[in-house]
């Protein structure tokens, strides 16, 4: 946070404010999304929580045009139930009991 900080802290701050700072949009991905100034919970929901662009929704100043949501390719979801291992550790629990 040496460089990255808003204006009403102080290097300091780093040590003695509790809590913790927003997060503050930075680097050519930021660039990139045209995403600046401070992490809002909806963009970070959005973009790590659903895999989309994290305006997605709002108006481009720009174009004035709707910001799409999709970034590429949704994130995977695997399924954690596997009846096939469910029915074969059933029937085993069953054996041994």
Known sequence: ADELRTG???LGD???VTGHPPGIWGGRGA???GVSGAVTEE???L???LGQHPLA???DPQTGAKIEAKLGQ???RFD???AALTKKITTAMGDFT
Do not use: C, P, V
């Open 47 to 49: 973009l790590y929580g």
């Open 43 to 45: 963009q970070m929901e």
């Open 31 to 33: 660039k990139n999304l």
């Open 74 to 76: 949704r994130y995977k």
């Open 57 to 59: 929704g709002q108006i």
């Open 14 to 16: 780093y040590y003695t």
């Open 8 to 10: 009403d802290r102080t």
């Open 80 to 82: 954690q139930f596997d």
